[in-house]
C-alpha cells in the first residue's frame, strides 16, 4: 500500500464513522472523539488481550475465557454502544464490514509508530471467531447478516495469512 492508498482506505472508514457520529444515540453515548475513537481504542484494547484461537477445549478456563472475551476486555458500556449500533445501523454493515477489514489489514503498513493490529492479531480473531466456542457463540447471537460478514471477513484474514505462510495452527 502506498501512502495515498492508506489515505483513501482511512478516509473510507471516517466517512462511516462520521454518518455514524450523526446520530443522537452515538452522540449521547460515545466517546469524546466519537465513534473513531471508539473504534480506535476497542482495536487497541483487543490487540492487547488476545484470545484462546487454537486449544481452546483443552482447559475449562480457557472455555469460558473465551465464552467472556469481548465482554471482559470491551466492558459492558461499550459493548452494549457497539451491540445498539449493530441493531440499529444493519444497513451500513457491508460498507462498514468493508472499510474496516481494508483498515485493519493496512494498519501495519499504514500506521506508522501506533501499530497495534499486527497480521497474527487479525489471524488470532479470526481463528477465534471460527474455530471455538467463544466465537461462534459470538457469531450465533448475530443476526444472519452480520454472523455471515464476520465469518466472510475472518475467512479473508485467514486466507490471507495462509497465502503469506503464517498458519499457527
Known amino acids: 500500500f502506498s501512502p495515498e492508498d492508506c489515505d ?4 473510507d472508514l471516517l466517512a ?3 454518518a455514524l457520529d450523526s446520530r443522537a444515540y452515538v452522540k449521547a453515548k460515545g466517546p469524546a472523539g466519537g465513534s473513531f475513537a471508539l473504534l480506535e481504542k476497542v482495536v487497541e ?3 492487547l488481550h488476545l484470545p484462546v484461537a487454537s486449544g481452546e477445549s483443552l482447559t475449562q478456563e480457557a472455555v469460558l475465557s473465551n465464552a467472556f472475551h469481548l465482554f471482559r476486555v470491551l466492558g459492558s458500556s461499550r459493548m452494549d454502544l457497539l451491540r445498539e449500533i449493530l441493531v440499529r445501523e444493519e444497513g451500513l454493515a457491508e460498507p462498514a464490514a468493508m472499510a474496516v477489514y481494508r483498515w485493519l489489514v493496512t494498519r501495519e503498513q499504514c500506521a506508522g509508530e501506533a501499530v497495534f493490529v499486527t497480521q497474527k492479531v487479525l ?3 479470526a481463528a477465534y471467531l471460527l474455530n471455538t466456542l467463544g466465537g461462534q457463540g459470538y457469531l450465533r447471537r448475530r443476526s444472519p447478516k452480520l454472523a455471515g460478514l464476520s465469518m466472510f471477513y475472518a ?4 486466507d490471507r495469512g495462509i497465502q503469506k505462510g503464517m498458519d499457527p495452527y
Do not use: F, G, K, P
Not at 8 to 11: D, G, H, N, P, Y
Not at 155 to 158: A, D, P, R, S
Open 8 to 11: 483513501s482506505v482511512q478516509e
Open 16 to 18: 462511516i464513522c462520521w
Open 45 to 47: 484494547d483487543l490487540a
Open 123 to 125: 489471524y488470532d480473531y
Open 155 to 158: 475467512l479473508l484474514v485467514l
